[in-house]
């Protein structure tokens, strides 16, 4: 498979990254304005650094879009007499519909919209998605690329603000329920960096007995929580100061936000 990333900015190498790390590209270009921040990657066999994302169109097959919006349809201006019925054009810009890349590139080319997250340079990312019509036919390749860094989920395009706000945003939330959790055990004494590892790896344990289970979270809680015991006496004072109430909230005012800034 032969991919193209255009614009290697955070999210953009943290594919990269992943999909090199997962053996998940035969050929890899990584386009971006200024090379020098990813000019490490120069040394890699498989991968061509460039500014010139036409070079790039030309010299693949799978095409990642990281752009921010407001360069998409500049740069798909600027290649679209490249693109073929082969290529597979993925965007994972906030806020673009795939109505919006047809009215540019045609309704003839496969494209797929997708929104993974930040963890995909770690092989973690949970990356949902949705094709036009013509696109449905390679949606199974671009879900062999995500579930090589992470898992993946076709979803409606109605659906893909939601997604961006529980998964993309969602690795933001977690990392601040961390952190809390981070000043809760240094409260009891670790030390900053014991506090962080007990956190992280306690939060890794969680998702993980919930992956490997099948299981309802409360199912879990119940194998925990003694009765009497400090389980649920902290899980209670947790619930009295709104805690799943404010995550609830903090989801939504984050879904109104993205389709205000979809409508702007
Ligand atoms: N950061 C995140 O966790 C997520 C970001 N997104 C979306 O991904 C997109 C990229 O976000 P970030 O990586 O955070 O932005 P970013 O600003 O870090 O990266 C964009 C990159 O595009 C490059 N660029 C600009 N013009 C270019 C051109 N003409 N040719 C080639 N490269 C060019 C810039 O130099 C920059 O490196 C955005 O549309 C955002 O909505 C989606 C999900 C999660
Ligand atoms: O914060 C944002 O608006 C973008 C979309 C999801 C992650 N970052």
Not at 226 to 231: A, N
Not at 235 to 264: D, P, R, T
Request: aromatic share 4%; charged share 20%; proline share 2%.
């Amino acid at each position: 498979m032969k991919v193209a990333i255009i614009g290697t900015g955070n999210l953009g190498l943290a594919i990269g990254k992943g999909i090199l790390d997962s053996n998940g590209a035969s050929s890899m270009y990584l386009t971006k304005r200024n090379l020098d921040d990813i000019k490490e990657y120069a040394s890699y066999d498989k991968v061509v650094l460039t500014s010139d994302n036409r070079e790039a169109v030309k010299n693949s097959d799978v095409l990642i879009f990281a752009i921010q919006p407001r360069h998409l349809e500049a740069i798909l201006e600027d290649v679209k007499d490249l693109l073929t019925a082969n290529h597979i054009i993925i965007s994972v810009i906030t806020g673009f519909s795939i109505s919006r890349i047809e009215s540019i590139v045609g309704s003839d080319k496969n494209i797929i919209r997708s929104m993974p997250n930040t963890a995909i340079a770690v092989g973690k990312s949970m990356t949902c998605m949705c094709s036009n019509a013509i696109g449905k036919s390679k949606i199974a390749i671009a879900q062999s690329i995500f579930d090589k860094v992470g898992a993946s989920m076709v979803i409606p395009e109605e659906q893909m603000q939601a997604a961006t706000v529980i998964c993309a945003s969602g690795i933001a939330f977690w990392m601040r329920l961390i952190r809390a959790t981070t000043q809760g055990a240094i409260q009891l004494g670790f030390e900053a960096k014991e506090a962080q590892e007990l956190a992280k790896h306690t939060c890794d344990g969680a998702a993980g007995l919930l992956l490997a289970s099948g299981n309802h979270p409360e199912e879990e809680i119940d194998r925990v929580t003694t009765p009497g015991g400090c389980t649920i006496e902290g899980l209670n004072e947790m619930e009295h100061q709104g805690l799943s109430s404010s995550l609830i909230q903090g989801i939504v005012a984050s879904f109104e936000k993205i389709n205000q800034i979809k409508k702007g």
